[in-house]
DNA sequence: ACAAATATTTAGTTTTGTCTAAAATTATTT
DNA sequence: AAATAATTTTAGACAAAACTAAATATTTGT
């Protein structure tokens, strides 16, 4: 597969949302920051290669074969992206463009060391889950704090409420996107959640829990 | 920069010994197993750029600014090799193709970081110096072991012999090609040295001395 | 010094991935 | 159910990087 190609089959990927849902040539020229006659040029030599069943006018899907290389690729991206933050100190917002050229390098040999390397993670930084080798892929659900089961964990991606109190209270608190969250106990009286965060353990309100996203691998 | 001007650029560095000797346009086509024509045609593209002196039929040589990019790429190389080696447990020879791709990603800080999390190394698994950020290089020599004096140390580059019992003296005493070795003392009566090596000091003859090649930064 | 050998360049194609403009198909609206 | 709008495909071009074959320079051997 040539570069340009890896980038067509993840993006038709995403866009299917992981699932294999038929998708449009519109929308992957917007995705690829291109035009639709390039993308109809593209799909089709993919289509002759075998990894996507296209039919004129009807938008493309991946074949087994395209789901397996989308996700290998995937795979190689969010490792990368857990290097990149954890052992070279990126941050979030520099690791997408970086990963997005990481990926594209040739050797298994490499990415089984770095995966060995990084600890074997089964999430990326983001939550999402790291396909396995052979191509496995956990399902992950966001949900809100207050609705996470005892006992569960997950990685906090996002919040409800963005006013300034509120993200205020998360950065006294030392909380923030990316930080793993260990749900340990539930006050019945008030709702109120004891957390394990990064070593620590701490008590917060059902208002602040319930204005938190997690995401939860199942 | 594209990528294939990345690896012109790096060719003609090399066959220019790093100096700025200037170089034919058959060598250089050698060396990236390609035709004179291609590389006529990629020449005069790079001279358009600024990056080589170009005079036809008379071979080519880098500008300063294309000495500049040579020595970014260089040290790109060198840095991604100290990673395979030290942290993915790559094989000398399962390295090289890898760090070839990896040197074209583009990103500085990247470099920067890598180089960080590698504890700033001033040389490569091979002992050839990695250039620094603003595109110093240190000079290196080879030389036979029994000729390095007294406090240098080196990196065990290759065998003068390379008779299976001399071999097979090395592997039983653990020096291996990459070793860093530190040369303590000499025996005056028989030439004989007493070396570190991976944190432990051995006694060698004189004889074992003369045939390992060490490569020793100034 | 000049013919033969070697090295280099030019001219004309090819492949990959892109583009624009025009044609064809599908979807939407009244 | 037309007419219009939107989407998708086709046709023809282009740039990058390579190639082959032919032409041109340079070097070498005698």
Redesign the interface.
């Known amino acids: 597969m040539t570069l340009s190609e890896e980038d067509y089959i993840k993006a038709i990927y995403h866009l299917g949302k992981g699932e294999n849902s038929t998708v449009s040539t519109n929308a992957v020229a917007y995705q690829m920051e291109t035009k639709p006659s390039s993308v109809t040029d593209m799909i089709k030599k993919l289509s002759d290669k075998g990894v996507v069943n296209y039919r004129p006018y009807k938008g493309v899907s991946l074949t087994e074969y395209g789901q397996k290389i989308a996700l290998s690729q995937v795979r190689k991206h969010r490792l990368w992206e857990v290097f990149?933050l954890e052992?070279?100190?990126?941050s979030w917002d520099?690791v997408h463009?970086?990963a997005e050229?990481?990926e594209h390098?040739?050797?298994e040999?490499?990415i089984d060391?770095?995966d060995?390397?990084l600890g074997f993670p089964e999430v990326d930084p983001h939550g999402d889950p790291i396909p396995s080798k052979k191509g496995e892929l956990k399902k992950t659900i966001k949900k809100l704090l207050n609705e996470v089961p005892i006992g569960a964990s997950g990685i906090c991606v996002g919040v409800k409420d963005s006013s300034p109190p509120f993200l205020k209270f998360l950065d006294r608190n030392n909380i923030a996107l990316g930080d793993t969250i260990l749900v340990l106990e539930k006050e019945e009286f008030d709702g109120s959640l004891y957390i394990r965060i990064k070593e620590s353990k701490i008590h917060i309100s059902d208002q602040i829990a319930s204005n938190l996203y997690l995401k939860i691998t199942e």
């Open positions: 990149l052992k070279l100190d990126f520099e463009d970086v050229q990481l390098i040739k050797s040999k490499l060391q770095l060995k390397h």
